[in-house]
């Protein structure tokens, strides 16, 4: 399913949509209970919406704490993140999720990916620092996950969420970050490229795209517009 922000400031979601007991519900239903919503999100089973006080308000699976909200108890109605204030950016992924306040602190929470070692869960919003002044955030599938910084650079994002956070070298003054297919996002940079990330974990310019103004995929799909 799918969550769309509607001008007037209220969230609706359409599609494919398990309420918290797990049953399906299908067709086109506005999120109860939002009003002055001003940027939404999504991670797995998960809607979060950025209120115009900049307060963050969460709904549906919490099965990796990713409601943030002290539990890991799913609900269908809306609650307010508490500890969140000044909100610009937020994002989820898999498993866990971020966001960038107006300060450009970063803020995470939620469950490290299963890779062998004692999962850890952070069940509310906890400040991560050693990255930079943020400017947005992206959470992809697992670990996953990249910080835009106000300056253009990136930072990846490791799996406790409170150290060993790195920069990503070969990209600069990168305006935006998108979802795609591969193992990492989509980076626009300035210049109107558009670069990937591959298995080795090196990032490469996409060929045939030069001049680009946005860009958006999914899991399955890649979109970029270009100008004219």
Request: charged share 10%.
């Amino acid at each position: 399913y799918a969550y769309g922000l509607r001008g007037d400031g209220t969230v609706w979601s359409w599609g494919y949509r398990p309420d918290a007991t797990g049953t399906a519900r299908f067709g086109v239903f506005e999120v109860p209970g939002l009003s002055r919503v001003v940027g939404i999100g999504g991670a797995q089973g998960v809607g979060y919406a950025i209120k115009d006080d900049g307060t963050v308000w969460s709904w549906g699976s919490n099965r990796y704490g990713l409601l943030g909200d002290g539990t890991t108890t799913s609900r269908d109605a809306p609650g307010q993140v508490s500890g969140l204030s000044g909100i610009k950016s937020i994002a989820g992924g898999t498993t866990l999720a971020y966001a960038v306040d107006s300060n450009g602190e970063l803020w995470g929470w939620g469950a490290q990916s299963p890779t062998g070692v004692p999962a850890t869960t952070i069940l509310s919003p906890t400040p991560i620092s050693g990255t930079c002044p943020g400017q947005s955030v992206f959470a992809g599938r697992w670990m996953n996950s990249f910080e835009l910084c106000a300056d253009g650079s990136v930072w990846q994002l490791d799996k406790t969420r409170t150290s060993n956070l790195s920069k990503v070298t070969g990209l600069s003054a990168v305006t935006s970050l998108a979802a795609s297919p591969g193992p990492g996002p989509l980076v626009l940079e300035a210049d109107g490229t558009v670069w990937h990330l591959l298995m080795d974990g090196s990032w490469a310019a996409t060929p045939g795209l030069t001049g680009i103004h946005a860009i958006a995929g999914d899991n399955q799909f890649t979109y970029a517009i270009a100008a004219g």
